[in-house]
């Protein structure tokens, strides 16, 4: 992001390190640009009252035109709730917010111009006084009633928060039930001859929202136990998945056997279970190690993805919660 921070500072624009939001203040009007977590496209917004019905369709006609001309390199634009959301897609290998930046606050503030727009909140949307605040993980344009009111909403729901025991119990309940989905996932993309590493990304996302959801809470604690069941759980489906290549490996030989050679030896062979398959597993990981591996390393890249934004989640929780500041 350091990059982008140094788009951001070149157009005038402050950056909030915490949100990676770029922010500026044009004639009274709050802009903010945000980049998409997946560095391929970017938000610029900003909220404003327009003075009747007839300015606001008068708007929507030319916003509609506006986008018209740029379908390549913007993906939509939304006006509603006084505010409008302009999302374009990077062009080209280095990803450069600058040019759409510019073209979106000169296209603003030429329809401002034109329609008479006033900066409004970006909560209730009247035209009254506005600051650019940072609420936990958002940065609006608020009236001073509704800062109140967010800052109010804000504190009563982190006390809750905090005065809600960990039912670590339930947690754990909630982290098998995830993880096994994940792993379900794991053994029928297996099955079906597909190795997906999204299947093991699965298994600890839905293994640490489980245990969220169900604990009701989300703790250093919490953290480390969903993510080493979900590892745990991954490994069993894995175990699972690989007992069923060598239930269908053995039996394919059992049937040749039976077919062509137990005539001259010492008779047909019982066909074994999918346990007795499981008690085989080792033996063949062992013989076959390579393969092993390289069938279920792509589901362990594809847990420590989830583990990382799983972590990378809940330090960016804490450091948000109870954030209530005044940008500009």
Known sequence: MANFQQQFEAMGYKYDKLTSVGY???NGFYFTVCVAPDGKQYTVSVSFALPDANAAGYFNQALGQFLAERKKTIISGVYANNRLDLCYKFKGLA????????????ACMYFFNQFRAVPACS????????SLYAMEKNISALCSECFVSERSRISTKNRDIDETKEN???GIVGSVLGALVGAVIWVLMSVLGRIVWAAGLASGVLSFFGYKRFAKKMTRKGLIISLVLGFVILL??????????????????????????????DGPREYISYFDA????????????????????FGI????????????????DKKTKNRIERLM
């Open 301 to 316: 890249i594809g847990y420590v993805v989830a583990a990382v934004g799983c972590i990378a989640t809940t330090m960016f």
């Open 24 to 26: 500026n203040n044009v």
């Open 95 to 106: 990803p450069d917010v600058t040019e759409g930046v510019k073209e979106a606050t000169d």
């Open 123 to 130: 909560c209730c949307g009247r035209p009254n006084g506005t």
């Open 236 to 265: 069993a489906g894995m175990y699972c998945a690989f007992a069923i290549d060598v239930y269908n490996a053995e039996n394919d030989y059992l049937t040749e056997y039976n077919t062509y050679f137990s005539d001259y030896l």
């Open 168 to 170: 670590v119990p339930l």
């Open 278 to 297: 499981l008690a085989l597993v080792p033996e063949y990981f062992v013989y076959d190690v390579g393969t092993a591996i390289y069938n279920n390393i």
